[in-house]
């Protein structure tokens, strides 16, 4: 079943009464959701009501009628003659719903209301495109989607909107190629940013005596150390499994902080087939596969029981995303709560992944300018200039990082992370990533990820060897380009 769906079904049973809210909890952590999860605990039990807005959120007040006061939302809200529409996954929607309420409090009488899908977004979305009978005007898309809907027609270039060059100068370095075609069309924004985190089990070196380690070599050396001194059997539990392909993630994040060059170049041809730094990080995997220092059946165990064995001490280091080292650092949740820690990535650049997902503007909005709104609301700033859903949801509640360092330094962002985190190391580690490059727009750059995660396997177990893997990866590439 679908990940997504699973959550959903979830969801629904905790919002009808047919779930406790530790079974939620529980049962969402084994799908590595936990973060999301405990967002949507804290998000109904500070409810008061159904309309009332979070906590911490101060109240919305109503958007002036004057124009003079700003945009006039009266005349836009006339104009479009109905509600704007958000498209989503239905599993946010108890997350979402008190950001929907400050929207239409602050906007009034524009509003907006909501268009979800239950069960395979993205198939979903794509057919309902297909139909041409969409009537949502901002919709949101992982990796390997936007160049294939705008190619299609589907969403629209977002250069013309007026006031979309101010968010561009406030994004992090690096950013904007993501959210632009190879001939520079803006199609994208950010929506979330993940940046791949290396964590260990503090409690477990120190009972070898061990640092922290900095590079990959005292890396593997202290999971030797670890595994013969029996703190623990298999001390790295990578996620390496197919679902979400995040083996493939992991070898980008590990292979940047070794010093890699990019994968692809400009012109989106396959280059990390012959990059060094690609090869040694899968070297280095096949020799920790062999020596049993992961779990052996790793590939194929599915990517919320991965979460459980660091969770449940049972491994010493693992490397995943922010909401991960929530989960982690949460006693009711994890055994290894104590001894969770992040730590600067090892390697001669310490540099890690940073990837995410994207905002879109469906071509059928009858007027870009006003579903521009929306946009903003979610993709940086409401109109009073005030980065609320990004900062309140995305980072303080989820544990997310977002696209901008202005709410990544942000005092009260930093006080929330520190909950669970060296907050200052992770400001530090998201300053030392790199995102990926036009490649992540690509229609074929899913299906690409699938494939090479299969053959990453192959050359880890060894199976298939290292060069011949990599040498297969960019063949699938260029298949598809023709470069």
Same mark, same amino acid.
């Given at each position: +079943?679908?990940?997504?769906?699973?959550?959903?079904?979830?969801?629904?049973?905790?919002?009808? %009464?047919?779930?406790?809210?530790?079974?939620?909890?529980?049962?969402?952590?084994?799908?590595?959701?936990?973060?999301?999860?405990?967002?949507?605990?804290?998000?109904?039990?500070? *409810?008061?009501?159904?309309?009332?807005?979070?906590?911490?959120?101060?109240?919305?007040?109503?958007?002036?009628?004057?124009?003079?006061? %700003?945009?006039?939302?009266?005349? +836009?809200?006339?104009?479009?003659?109905?509600?704007?529409r958000l498209h989503h996954d239905s599993a946010v929607g108890p997350l979402y719903e008190p950001y929907i309420k400050d929207f239409n409090?602050?906007?009034?009488?524009?509003?907006?209301?909501? $268009?979800? #899908?239950?069960?395979?977004?993205?198939?979903?979305?794509?057919?309902?495109?297909?139909?041409? $009978?969409?009537?949502?005007?901002?919709? @949101?898309?992982?990796?390997?989607?936007?160049?294939?809907?705008?190619?299609?027609?589907?969403?629209?270039?977002?250069?013309?909107?007026?006031?979309?060059?101010?968010?561009?100068?406030?994004?992090?370095? %690096? !950013?904007?190629?993501?959210?632009? *075609?190879?001939?520079?069309?803006? !199609? *994208?924004?950010?929506?979330?940013?993940? !940046?791949?985190?290396?964590?260990?089990?503090?409690?477990?070196?120190?009972? !070898?005596?061990?640092?922290?380690?900095? *590079?990959?070599?005292?890396?593997?050396? #202290?999971?030797?150390?670890?595994?013969?001194?029996?703190? /623990?059997?298999?001390?790295? $539990?990578? @996620?390496?499994c197919l679902q979400f392909q995040v083996i493939w993630t992991e070898l980008i994040a590990e292979s940047?902080?070794?010093?890699?060059?990019?994968?692809?170049?400009?012109?989106?041809?396959?280059?990390?087939?012959?990059?060094?730094? /690609?090869?040694?990080?899968?070297?280095?995997?096949? #020799?920790?596969?062999?020596?049993?220092?992961?779990?052996?059946?790793?590939? #194929?165990?599915?990517?919320?029981?991965?979460?459980?064995i660091f969770a449940g001490a049972k491994s010493s280091f693992t490397i995943r995303y922010g909401p991960q080292l929530k989960q982690f650092t949460d006693p009711a949740q994890s055994k290894s709560a104590s001894g969770a820690k992040n730590a600067p990535m090892p390697g001669k650049t310490g540099a890690t992944l940073d990837r995410g997902a994207w905002w879109m503007m469906s071509s059928s909005t009858p007027d870009p300018q006003i579903a521009w709104q929306l946009m903003r609301y979610f993709a940086w700033k409401d109109k009073d200039g005030k980065p609320f859903f990004q900062k309140q949801l995305l980072a303080i509640d989820l544990g997310l990082q977002t696209a901008f360092a202005s709410i990544n330094n942000d005092p009260e962002v930093k006080a929330a992370w520190a909950k669970w985190c060296d907050a200052d190391g992770l400001v530090a580690q998201i300053k030392n990533s790199r995102s990926g490059g036009q490649e992540v727009l690509a229609d074929w750059y899913g299906e690409f990820q699938v494939k090479a995660s299969e053959l990453l396997q192959e050359a880890v177990r060894g199976t298939k060897p290292i060069q011949q893997a990599l040498d297969e990866a960019a063949a699938f590439v260029t298949s598809k380009t023709g470069g």
């Open positions: +079943m679908d990940k997504r769906k699973q959550f959903q079904d979830l969801t629904d049973g905790y919002m009808e %009464g047919r779930l406790s809210r530790r079974r939620f909890l529980q049962a969402s952590g084994l799908l590595g959701l936990a973060g999301v999860a405990s967002a949507i605990v804290a998000a109904c039990s500070s *409810t008061a009501s159904p309309t009332a807005a979070p906590a911490s959120a101060a109240p919305a007040t109503a958007a002036p009628a004057s124009a003079a006061a %700003g945009p006039d939302f009266a005349a +836009m809200a006339k104009k479009l003659g109905r509600p704007l409090a602050k906007y009034a009488p524009l509003q907006v209301e909501t $268009s979800y #899908t239950t069960g395979d977004y993205h198939a979903i979305t794509q057919t309902q495109l297909a139909g041409g $009978s969409v009537d949502f005007d901002v919709l @949101f898309a992982d990796d390997g989607f936007a160049q294939k809907w705008f190619n299609a027609g589907w969403i629209r270039s977002l250069d013309d909107v007026e006031g979309v060059k101010d968010v561009l100068a406030d994004l992090n370095p %690096g !950013i904007e190629k993501n959210c632009r *075609t190879a001939d520079g069309k803006l !199609i *994208t924004l950010p929506y979330y940013r993940g !940046i791949e985190v290396f964590i260990y089990n503090k409690e477990h070196l120190d009972k !070898i005596g061990a640092a922290v380690p900095k *590079t990959w070599d005292e890396f593997l050396d #202290t999971c030797r150390q670890l595994k013969a001194k029996k703190v /623990v059997d298999t001390p790295y $539990s990578p @996620f390496w940047y902080s070794d010093g890699s060059g990019e994968f692809f170049d400009e012109k989106m041809k396959p280059i990390f087939k012959d990059d060094p730094v /690609v090869i040694s990080t899968l070297q280095r995997w096949n #020799t920790m596969y062999k020596e049993g220092l992961i779990p052996q059946d790793v590939f #194929t165990t599915d990517y919320g029981n991965i979460a459980n």
